[in-house]
């Protein structure tokens, strides 16, 4: 997952880019003909100081390697993000990254 | 062997940063997630994520979506608007197979501007709803689509 976090005037902007394949579960393998089990993130959480600063819960119409953008206003320079995301076999992976 | 340990150790750091995450978000409301998100009418979804609301049509939500997307695979799409007390951002596309494709919510402090890329199978139409102050607002745009993002 890359996160680049930066102060712009007071607020924290955030922009994530998270790799991940988010197949949706309606492609069908082209050789095998068998569908293509979907796996896609569920639920991307982006944490500052212990508090959820954004929330987003996504479907399958996300697109692969998930990019999204936000910003808030608590975070100050050299404070640290941790972006976590959650996908729906359950896999989980957690990425911090400090504000420049 | 090494993978599956950074996979444990990631999924560890993961773990404690979830539970703080996960007190923020009550069970009712995960249950409401999963249903929104497999409802295949964009009604439907709306009433799963936010019950029985009424909608308005409101220019002061900014719905950013190019007109023509040449890959439906990667559409980019920003919602923003200046409205106070916004708690929710939503996104909708009426022609997927389920429509709700991302819903974001925003706590106190958090700007009400999201950007993400969405899959689009089809030319349609892109709907944004905004909660704020317990109200619902929305406005939409069609995106004609060229190669249709469904895969397959």
Request: charged residues 25%; contains cysteine; positive net charge.
């Amino acid at each position: 997952m890359k996160i680049k976090a930066k102060m712009k005037r007071d607020m924290a902007v955030v922009k994530v880019l998270a790799k991940h394949p988010m197949e949706t579960g309606l492609r069908k393998d082209k050789k095998t003909n068998e569908v293509i089990p979907a796996k896609f993130i569920k639920e991307l959480v982006c944490t500052h100081n212990g508090n959820v600063v954004f929330h987003a819960d996504f479907g399958r119409a996300v697109s692969k390697n998930p990019y999204v953008s936000f910003s808030f206003a608590a975070g100050k320079k050299g404070d640290i993000v941790t972006m976590t995301w959650t996908d729906n076999t359950d896999e989980t992976l957690a990425v911090e990254a400090p504000i420049k | 062997m090494r993978e599956k340990r950074r996979l444990l150790l990631k999924g560890l750091i993961g773990f404690t940063t979830m539970a703080a995450a996960m007190t923020a978000m009550p069970r009712l409301a995960m249950a409401k997630w999963s249903k929104a998100f497999d409802n295949a009418s964009v009604e439907g979804a709306l009433t799963d994520l936010y019950g029985d609301a009424a909608l308005t049509t409101d220019d002061a939500i900014t719905l950013k979506v190019p007109e023509i997307a040449e890959n439906g695979a990667v559409v980019p799409v920003t919602v923003k608007t200046k409205m106070a007390n916004v708690t929710n951002i939503s996104i909708f596309a009426d022609k997927n197979p389920q429509p709700l494709a991302a819903s974001f919510t925003l706590p106190e402090g958090t700007a009400s501007e999201v950007s993400i890329r969405i899959r689009l199978g089809e030319t349609q139409v892109v709907k944004a709803v905004v909660e704020a102050d317990g109200k619902l607002y929305t406005t939409e745009k069609e995106v004609k689509v060229t190669i249709g993002g469904c895969g397959g």
